[in-house]
């Protein structure tokens, strides 16, 4: 039988009508604002916008007469989580939550309410949905265009706190790269090593296994030419995380940015005993990925403190190292001595003092 809301009821009704769609507009509030001034995206903040007024038409005088926060039990209640947050990705997860928590309460008792009003909280739910994934695939990018040294490690013992040290010298972007340990070493390493570069608000990838990038809810995954196709992770991952292909040559770097890739390798750049047996691309596919990448792209393989400006006078501003971090005495230096040097570059790029790549 289907029960009805007595006419007694209706306050009630109301009551949690008017706290949820209330709800719903802070929540899209807290959000609209780091879109707006953490990511100046101007159409994420138009769409929280949108659908914060979207909210505030169902809003209306009648229901908000019926709040009694005087008498509302809830107002006392704080779970210890609300009162610290780690960092923004938990605020917006949060806050998210708590939207779509509201809109779902809106969607059910609306329909006690008025016919459309399930309805439109049923679709805006799923548009929030989407939001949160766009939201966060903005982010990602974003910090992945603002890194220009990448880490990727190699295992030992002092693993994590190097790492950690290179996170303190500046670093925004790590893989973690490891072809010799079991499957339940690499997990529980990927695991710490993901909250520690989250904890530095840095980007965590893996190195060539998707599972285990999903499983730790790595940012994604660095793919070779012999691992697992673009189209297939993309599946498994989704729209929002990163997914980085190597490339040994122009052929490599132009199906790799046909294939949707975020970002691309370069190299090896010169030999080197961390890819024994690959020979170099030289130089010349710098060059050429200077004028033909219009994605991402970080030079990799030999490159150390001595030839970057090798490197670097190719156009090339963004680069990957293992052993230059990875098997330094002070990798928080070595790390400074990088980003200062690429960003310096950069700047004698955007002054013109060095001729600019066609
Ligand atoms: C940034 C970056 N570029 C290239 C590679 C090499 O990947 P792959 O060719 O799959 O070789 P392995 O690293 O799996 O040995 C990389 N890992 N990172
Ligand atoms: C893992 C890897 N991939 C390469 C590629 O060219 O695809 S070169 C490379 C090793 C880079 O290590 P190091 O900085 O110690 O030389
Ligand atoms: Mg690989």
Redesign the pocket.
């Known amino acids: 039988m289907e029960e009805q809301f007595s006419p007694l009821a209706q306050p009630i009704l109301y009551r949690i009508l008017d706290a949820n769609l209330d709800r719903t507009r802070e929540g899209l509030r807290i959000i609209e604002e780091w879109c707006r001034f953490g990511l100046n995206s101007g159409e994420l903040a138009e769409e929280c916008k949108h659908l914060r007024q979207e909210v505030a038409r169902w809003h209306t005088m009648n229901l908000r007469s019926y709040r009694n926060t005087i008498d509302d039990p809830g107002t006392e209640l704080t779970h210890p989580q609300e009162e610290q947050r780690s960092g923004i990705e938990q605020l917006l997860q949060a806050n998210f939550c708590r939207v779509q928590e509201a809109l779902r309460v809106l969607e059910e008792y609306g329909k006690l309410y008025h016919p459309e009003m399930g309805k439109t909280f049923k679709q805006m739910r799923y548009q929030v949905y989407t939001l949160e994934t766009r939201l966060l695939a903005h982010d990602r990018h974003k910090l992945l265009l603002n890194s220009y040294l990448y880490l990727?490690t190699s295992p030992g013992e002092r693993l994590l706190s190097i790492v950690e040290a290179a996170l303190q010298g500046g670093l925004t972007l790590v893989q973690y790269?490891d072809k010799t340990s079991d499957d339940e070493t690499r997990l529980k390493t990927a695991q710490k090593l993901c909250q520690l570069c989250h904890r530095y608000n840095a980007l965590f990838l893996v190195n060539d296994r998707v599972d285990i990038a999903v499983a730790v809810d790595a940012d994604g995954v660095h793919l070779?030419q012999n691992d697992i196709p673009i189209e297939l992770a993309r599946q498994i991952l989704g729209p929002q995380r990163l997914i980085g292909r190597?490339t040994?040559s122009p052929e490599d770097l132009k199906r790799a940015i046909q294939e949707g890739a975020d970002y691309i390798?370069?190299?090896?750049v010169?030999e080197?005993?961390?890819?024994a047996g690959?020979a170099a691309?030289g130089l010349e596919y710098v060059r050429h990925a200077v004028k033909n990448s219009m994605i991402p792209w970080f030079a990799?393989?030999?490159?150390d403190m001595n030839n970057l400006d090798d490197v670097m006078a190719t156009g090339c501003d963004r680069i990957?190292?293992?052993?230059?971090i990875?098997n330094a005495e002070q990798p928080t230096l070595v790390t400074q001595y990088f980003l200062s040097q690429l960003n310096r570059f950069r700047n004698l790029k955007s002054y013109k003092v060095l001729p600019k790549q066609p």
């Open positions: 990727v790269r070779g190597s040994h390798g370069v190299g090896p010169y080197t005993p961390t890819k690959r691309a990799i393989g030999g490159i990957a190292v293992v052993r230059s990875m």
